[in-house]
């Protein structure tokens, strides 16, 4: 079968939807690194719709640093590939060509530097996973002691991370008399625009004497940019039946398409060193400040998530999908939020409707599967921002606190690790042992719920060590721990909504 390409793209069937702008001559204007998935199903497609709307053009240097998989798949297409828009039983499939050209930092280091240097390209945009950061979060600095961050402070000309990368950059602009470019990360951490500015002012503070630049730190400090961001999009990898959908649909092969939801949210901290694309035209947010985009996200979004990972993988479901088909599940989700919601400040309340009831139309959306037990790890580090906070919120101000305790119940009932259909349930967690530990000395399975909620509110990891003393917090967990083994989650959910109801 004849593959995607420039050449081939007037064979795909008219109704769906492609570049309408010249790409024979598409410039580099955005140098992206950390190529994958998610880059091409969310700002790949911010792009795309800022220069279909007429505006300047704005092509991506995608860049992988280590895996060149994707541009060996991406590079005999020209670069285009098929984004498919799942919701339900629909399907919206269309064609993306911002990436002007894909490189591997291991193979081609000279197109990736050459990018990094030239006079056009004004943004830098990472999706490069948290680790890809090498910061130390409790000394809030770079983490010298990685391997490859050491690699790259003994020899900064050959960097591989990307980091080292990015200083390497910034002193070749210096020397060179260019202007500077904005660095967006674009990686789901809180406010990832400091984490990134920070680790880079430590790099350069250590490499710039070897590099023979006493001023090169304070130059970055000066004159790069590095907003914050907010970035949500659920991208499942690609599966052999979405490329043989695709197929059936192009009349033409596509060896990387992406598939994804409808819902996506952007949102960007208005701060650049140079020019940047018209994203707001394409549905992105830009603003003074991300943090209370950031506050509505953890508590409404962290927040229903943890109540579906916890209340569902007691009860045995299996998907986001399954657990909201039970009505009581669907209207909780949906009053939790609404406490969260309470607990915001002032900047972060306006839209937040708007964005419940885009959330739980993502929640119900049958055609992306999101795994309850995935959903369900690491619950140490998400429940403290996403229940707890809120919870000590809404007690400060005299509101209950009945559902977000209920999600803190449930979390306990996980970690005696069986369901309610007598199914073993692993415990995914970095304090696992302590959480174990902590069941097993109030008596494991066995345990009354005051025994295992007193047990595990040592956990000061996510309690603190004041909050387990509040006897309203206990007592609402105790309850609502007593309600779900009595009564299942099932009747619990009910008995909670039943209650709301007569209030």
């Not at 402070?153 to 020397?175: D, E, F, V």
């Not at 406010?191 to 130059?219: F, S």
């Not at 197929?247 to 940047?276: K, M, N």
């Not at 549905?283 to 943090?291: E, I, N, P, S, Y």
Request: charged share 20%; with cysteine; proline share 5%.
């Amino acid at each position: 079968m004849e593959r995607l390409s420039s050449a081939s793209l007037q064979a795909v069937p008219g109704h769906i939807a492609r570049p309408g702008y010249p790409r024979d001559a598409l410039p580099t204007r955005i140098v992206h690194l950390g190529a994958g998935a998610f880059h091409r199903s969310h700002q790949a497609v911010y792009t795309d719709d800022a220069m279909q709307a007429g505006e300047a053009l704005w092509g991506i240097l995608s860049v992988s640093l280590r895996n060149a998989a994707l541009a060996q798949a991406l590079g005999p297409q020209d670069n285009l590939y098929t984004l498919l828009v799942r919701d339900d039983d629909k399907l919206e499939a269309r064609i993306i060509g911002s990436i002007a050209r894909s490189a591997c930092l291991r193979d081609e280091r000279q197109v990736v530097l050459d990018a990094l240097t030239s006079p056009q390209t004004q943004i830098v945009t990472l999706t490069i996973t948290q680790r890809g950061y090498c910061y130390d979060a409790v000394h809030d600095a770079l983490d010298v002691d990685d391997p490859d961050i050491r690699l790259d402070l003994n020899s900064p000309q050959n960097a591989g991370t990307a980091i080292g990368l990015l200083a390497w950059a910034i002193y070749q602009r210096k020397r060179l008399g260019l202007a500077p470019f904005t660095l967006l990360s674009c990686d789901n951490m809180a406010a990832n625009g400091k984490v990134l500015q920070r680790v880079l002012e430590h790099y350069i503070e250590r490499v710039q004497r070897d590099l023979g630049d006493h001023d090169l730190l304070q130059h970055f400090l000066d004159r790069y940019a590095c907003p914050c961001s907010l970035v949500d999009r659920d991208t499942p990898p690609a599966r052999a039946g979405d490329l043989a959908q695709v197929e059936t649909l192009l009349g033409l092969h596509d060896a990387a398409p992406v598939v994804t939801e409808p819902f996506s949210q952007w949102v960007i901290q208005d701060w650049f060193s140079a020019g940047r694309p018209p994203w707001e035209e394409a549905g992105a947010v830009l603003t003074a400040h991300v943090l209370p985009y950031e506050q509505m996200h953890e508590r409404l979004l962290g927040g229903a998530q943890c109540a579906l990972a916890y209340l569902g993988s007691a009860a045995g479901y299996r998907t986001t999908h399954e657990a909201m088909q039970l009505a009581d599940m669907a209207r909780f989700i949906d009053d939790l939020m609404v406490d969260a919601a309470a607990t915001l400040p002032r900047l972060a309340k306006p839209g937040w409707q708007d964005y419940k009831a885009r959330l739980l139309r993502r929640f119900t959306n049958s055609a992306v599967e999101r795994s309850i037990s995935q959903s369900a790890m690491d619950g140490t580090l998400v429940l403290p921002g996403s229940i707890i906070q809120p919870m000590q919120a809404r007690l400060a101000h005299g509101l209950p606190i009945d559902r977000h305790a209920l999600v803190v119940a449930a979390w306990i009932r996980c970690l005696t690790g069986l369901n309610e259909r007598l199914e073993e349930l692993f415990v995914n967690d970095p304090l696992r042992d302590k959480l174990l530990a902590a069941v097993d000395k109030a008596g494991g399975r066995r345990a009354s719920p005051h025994d295992l909620v007193d047990a595990v509110l040592q956990v000061e990891a996510v309690f603190g060590a004041s909050l387990p003393q509040d006897m309203e917090f206990t007592r609402c967990i105790t309850a609502a721990l007593q309600s779900l083994l009595e009564n299942r989650v099932a009747g619990a959910l009910a008995a909670i909504n039943a209650a709301d109801s007569v209030q």
